[in-house]
């Protein structure tokens, strides 16, 4: 990794290709960014180097790869549409590009590869019966992965809990818990009283990959570990870490309409997605960190409250400074008044 330093990054408008793209130009990293539309998409002063190209184009692939020490998957369809058609043929162009050159893949791993059989307490070398389609889809994914291992082609897959963070708009914090662009007035909650989860905040994500990747001598050809992240015993916890964020503390909470979910499942792809999820969040999933921590000895580990402002303020639910100003301005006026 030291050797060359050039990362390309696929899925880097997303939450955590972006965090891991970031924080690699902070590290001194060269990172190219594939995009079908870079001109839209690009900002100034980010650092990275953007290239026309799809990651469904074998030939795309493979050229903004040459010379990379580092490809990060991070590219999935949006709105899970079409992971049947998709998702497949992209980690398929990833491994020849990484054959190609000799690329390490980063490849974010989910939780929709274990089904019941594996809860509550997943290790990484738990069994892989997932129970939805997309499950399926990534266990396929992972076993071409294992399959490219045996000729050579390294690989490493940090898996971890419910993302949340300032760049995670397509996550159940998101879409499920808040609502972005508006002021938390209540919460809904997926799971249910008293069934543990477990969450990921992305920067502290991004960071745990990039210390594994700094530890190349050190991996196995195929790697794998789990983050512990933030684990919410009883489902309270990030309900009261929003309220104290929000300001609120007596913010409303209410039960995720899994009703709803069903009754639009078959004209909307997202509810339809989300209803599938819905075993995650009926009974504890807990990933235990054990092997990440024999080999970092620690996992980067940023505090709840921190991480929960950080992410509203992100999503546009809190207000900014000046409006905070504005507020409190117009509220000492009108005590004047009176």
Wanted: net charge neutral; glycine share 10%; charged share 15%.
């Amino acid at each position: 990794m030291e050797q060359q330093k050039t990362a390309l990054v696929l899925g880097a408008t997303g939450g955590i290709g972006g965090a891991v793209a970031r924080l690699l130009v902070a590290r001194g990293w060269r990172v190219r960014a594939l995009h079908r539309a870079p001109a839209q998409v690009q900002r100034s002063g980010d650092g990275f180097e953007w290239l026309h190209g799809d990651a469904m184009q074998r030939q795309d692939v493979v050229a903004a790869a040459q010379g990379a020490a580092l490809i990060v998957h991070a590219v999935n369809p949006p709105g899970y549409r079409d992971w049947d058609k998709l998702v497949l043929p992209m980690i398929d162009n990833t491994i020849a590009a990484a054959r190609a050159g000799g690329a390490r893949i980063l490849l974010p791993g989910t939780v929709y590869n274990f089904g019941p059989d594996a809860l509550p307490g997943i290790a990484e070398d738990a069994p892989q019966h997932p129970v939805t389609r997309k499950g399926a889809i990534r266990v396929a994914l992972e076993t071409r992965l294992q399959a490219a291992a045996a000729d050579g082609v390294r690989t490493l897959i940090v898996r971890a809990g419910d993302f949340f963070g300032p760049d995670a708009g397509n996550s159940w914090f998101a879409q499920g818990l808040v609502k972005p662009g508006l002021p938390v007035t209540a919460i809904s909650y997926p799971g249910r009283p008293g069934v543990g989860h477990q969450w990921a905040y992305l920067p502290d994500v991004a960071e745990t990959m990039l210390r594994l990747l700094e530890q190349e001598a050190r991996l196995d050809t195929f790697a794998c570990f789990h983050m512990a992240g933030h684990w919410d015993a009883d489902g309270t916890q990030m309900i009261a870490a929003i309220a104290r964020a929000a300001g609120r503390p007596s913010l409303r909470t209410h039960a995720f309409p899994w009703w709803l979910a069903t009754l639009a499942a078959p004209f909307v792809p997202l509810m339809r997605e989300m209803r599938e999820m819905a075993y995650l969040w009926r009974q504890p999933v807990r990933m235990p960190n054990a092997r990440l921590l024999e080999l970092l000895g620690h996992e980067p580990h940023t505090s709840l409250d921190v991480a929960v402002h950080a992410t509203l303020a992100g999503l546009g639910c809190l207000p900014t400074p000046s409006n905070a100003a504005d507020t409190a301005g117009a509220s000492s006026h009108a005590a004047a008044q009176r």
